[in-house]
């Protein structure tokens, strides 16, 4: 961009003000100023440029990126152990994006939550100031089976997990049934299986046997 300040020697309080903007080829440009006899005197150039400084918003990274004639798209990354869910304003890529402006100030409304912490991971803040810092594991017994905005769920009684778990299992000596899906798996509850029955025989002949059934001990429990 070129601001170009000029003064007419016969106006003593007029000064004119132009801005050019162009886009310099990759090899460069020349600047070079001619007159075709007119009375004015050229005071001063300013050539510049603007640039969209580096932005983080929400779990999205965007890159320094200078400014264009009109507003440009700027692709994105996700923070680490973030992914990103979705396109906003018909953006098909499979990234973040943000519209840096010709005043080299984003538009960022294009960049929220584009990104978010992939299952077993859950967002952490920056102090207190509520401001996405990136993602962490989740806590032992809690998990998180989506990339979402989510925190973390408690395990379901009876089940437990490691750190950075998509889903819970039973705890030992507990057993549910076998899920018929993802969902299922998540949701069935765990229950302590009894113990044998215990069979006596009371007596045996060549043609029968009579016994009896005791129920164990302890019953099968769901909780």
């Not at 490691?162 to 030992?172: I, N, Q």
């Not at 507990?174 to 299922?184: H, I, W």
């Amino acid at each position: 961009m070129i601001n170009i300040f000029r003064s007419d020697p016969n106006k003593s309080s007029h000064v004119s003000n132009e801005i050019i903007r162009f886009r310099p080829s990759k090899s460069g440009f020349y600047v070079a100023f001619s007159t075709s006899g007119t009375c004015m005197a050229l005071t001063r150039v300013q050539i510049y440029y603007h640039m969209c400084e580096e932005l983080y918003i929400g779990l999205s990274k965007f890159p320094e990126s200078p400014a264009e004639r009109s507003a440009k798209r700027v692709a994105g990354t996700c923070l680490q152990d973030a992914v990103y869910v979705g396109s906003r304003r018909n953006n098909r890529s499979n990234q973040p994006s943000a519209l840096c402006g010709n005043d080299g100030k984003w538009i960022n409304e294009m960049s929220m939550d584009q990104c978010q912490c992939r299952a077993g991971f859950q967002s952490f803040y920056r102090d207190e100031l509520e401001i996405k810092k990136g993602c962490e594991r989740c806590p032992r017994n809690t998990y998180k089976s989506e990339a979402t905005d989510d925190r973390c769920i408690q395990c379901p009684l009876n089940k437990e997990s490691e750190s950075g778990a998509k889903h819970c299992k039973c705890k030992k000596g507990f057993r549910s049934e076998p899920p018929t899906d993802v969902n299922e798996m998540i949701d069935n509850q765990c229950y302590k299986p009894a113990s044998a029955p215990k069979i006596t025989i009371d007596s045996v002949t060549t043609t029968s046997v009579k016994f009896r059934i005791d129920q164990p001990k302890d019953k099968s429990e769901y909780f």
